[in-house]
């Protein structure tokens, strides 16, 4: 199956720590460019980060630049989100996105998404 | 605040035509193609238009996007009760070097 399926998420506390990950199948993982997008619930759609197909470039949201990281492995098929010194407005649902194929940013896959929740 | 604008609702009666606005500026709407999703409740976007106006495989061609300047639509004719989701426009910034959505739009079928 073509799928993206992201974990990693949970309770953490302002200042804290999180590694999202999000691992791809049924598709050629390396030849493709990788997203994070996030959503609070009732809210809309804010997008995160990007990162290159082999991972040699990277762009941030100024709201998460210099605290999170994105990042690959494409031996393991797998985007991650290392999110550092957490704050209560960080507490959204993750998605992790594919684009088309020949395309950076027309997102045709989504995943399930991860909940993270920054609070005391 | 989204740097791409969307009114907050829009409302049709079956078979209607509904239109969206997404407005922008030269940075973004203005230089790169302009996608539209559509977010169902307690589910993930699906990608309705790229490219400005093309449809992927398997969207109806109920729905069409276009772009003018610094400003796009999204058009859904023949609405339907399954139409009812909300809808949000993105593109690329390039002085932002960041993906773009708007604020979304809440399509209600009376």
């Known amino acids: 199956d073509v799928q993206l399926v992201e974990s990693g998420g949970g309770l953490v506390q302002p200042g804290g720590s999180l590694r999202l990950s999000c691992a791809a199948s049924?598709?050629?993982?390396?030849?493709?460019?990788m997203h994070w997008v996030r959503q609070v619930p009732g809210e809309g759609l804010v997008w995160v980060s990007r990162?290159?197909?082999?991972?040699?470039?990277?762009n941030y949201a100024d709201s998460v630049k210099g605290r999170f990281t994105i990042s690959r492995d494409n031996a393991k098929n797998t985007v991650y989100l290392q999110m550092n010194s957490l704050r209560a407005e960080d507490t959204a649902l993750y998605y992790c996105?594919?684009?088309?194929?020949?395309?950076?940013?027309?997102?045709?896959?989504w995943g399930q998404g991860t909940m993270v929740t920054v609070s005391s | 605040q989204s740097v791409l604008t969307q009114p907050p609702s829009a409302s049709g009666t079956p078979g209607q035509r509904v239109t969206i606005s997404c407005s922008g500026s030269?940075?973004?709407?203005?230089?790169?193609?302009v996608y539209w999703y559509q977010q169902l409740p307690g589910t993930a976007p699906k990608l309705l238009i790229y490219?400005?106006?093309q449809r992927p495989s398997g969207v109806p061609d109920r729905f069409s996007g276009s772009k003018s300047g610094t400003s796009a639509s999204l058009a859904i004719s023949g609405l339907q009760s399954e139409d009812e989701a909300d809808y949000y426009c993105?593109?690329?910034?390039?002085?932002?070097?960041?993906?773009?959505f708007g604020g979304g739009t809440k399509v209600t079928v009376l």
């Open positions: 490219g400005n106006n």
């Open positions: 990162i290159d197909s082999d991972g040699s470039s990277t």
């Open positions: 030269s940075s973004n709407i203005g230089s790169y193609t």
């Open positions: 996105a594919r684009p088309m194929a020949d395309t950076r940013n027309a997102f045709d896959m």
């Open positions: 993105a593109a690329w910034d390039a002085s932002l070097n960041a993906v773009l």
């Open positions: 049924g598709f050629t993982f390396s030849s493709y460019w």
